[in-house]
Antibody, heavy 124, light 107 residues
Framework: QVQLQESGPGLVKPSQTLSLTCTVSGGSISSGSYYWSWIRQPAGKGLEWIGRIYTSGSTNYNPSLKSRVTISVDTSKNQFSLKLSSVTAADTAVYYC????????????????WGQGTTVTVSS | DIQMTQSPSSLSASVGDRVTITCRASQGIRNDLGWYQQKPGKAPKRLIYAASSLQSGVPSRFSGSGSGTEFTLTISSLQPEDFATYYCLQHNSYPPTFGGGTKVEIK
């Protein structure tokens, strides 16, 4: 059974870059049948999709964050990563990584497996 | 972006009640919608995919319906473990967008 686990600093200073890694276990990130995504949730608020990456390295980013987001994949380590630059207090949230299936026609099927989430606080 | 309007934002119900939650999309999304349950401090868990298909391992008291712009999640007989927040998620158009959530509380 595939499991995802987020890791990274829990505290980031304003204007710096938030960096998180998601480690995939129980399956290969290179399987080709999935997108690998990042989603976040500020405390007490709703969910926001940040972006996704395919095993080939192709990415889609939420336009609202596109100028600050980079998602990358390391197939040798079965990991994918998130970098969010120029962070402010508004970026304080629980960050989740998730797996999203891909249909035969190539369209996404929604996130089915999620990591447990990691809390990132932006503060000096 | 496609806007997902979820209602109600909260509801109070008793064990055994039938509960219905609705999501409306700002444009047609076929059946590209999932329903998720989130408990405090936990990640969302998918209950329904493709608008009406039950995720493996999810109790049959959960059901989903709808297509196009209007979707419904129904809990046929609310159980104590069902008190949580529920979200819909459309993945028809990028970026995927969530409804605002429905908090189901104990009456």
């Amino acid at each position: 059974q595939v499991q995802l686990q987020e890791s990274g600093p829990g505290l980031v200073k304003p204007s710096q870059t938030l960096s998180l890694t998601c480690t995939v276990s129980g399956g290969s990130i290179s399987s080709g049948s999935y997108y690998w995504s990042w989603i976040r949730q500020p405390a007490g608020k709703g969910l926001e999709w940040i972006g996704r990456i395919y095993t080939s390295g192709s990415t889609n980013y939420n336009p609202s964050l596109k100028s600050r987001v980079t998602i990358s994949v390391d197939t040798s380590k079965n990991q994918f990563s998130l970098k969010l630059s120029s962070v402010t207090a508004a970026d304080t949230a629980v960050y989740y990584c998730a797996r999203e299936g891909i249909a035969a026609a190539g369209n996404p099927l929604g996130a089915d497996v999620w990591g447990q989430g990691t809390t990132v606080t932006v503060s000096s | 972006d496609i806007q997902m309007t979820q209602s109600p934002s909260s509801l109070s119900a008793s064990v055994g009640d039938r509960v219905t939650i609705t999501c409306r999309a700002s444009q047609g999304i076929r059946n590209d919608l999932g329903w998720y349950q989130q408990k405090p401090g936990k990640a969302p868990k998918r209950l329904i995919y493709a608008a009406s298909s039950l995720q493996s391992g999810v109790p049959s008291r959960f059901s989903g319906s709808g297509s196009g712009t209007e979707f419904t999640l129904t809990i046929s007989s609310l159980q104590p473990e069902d008190f949580a927040t529920y979200y819909c998620l459309q993945h028809n158009s990028y970026p995927p967008t969530f409804g605002g959530g429905t908090k189901v509380e104990i009456k």
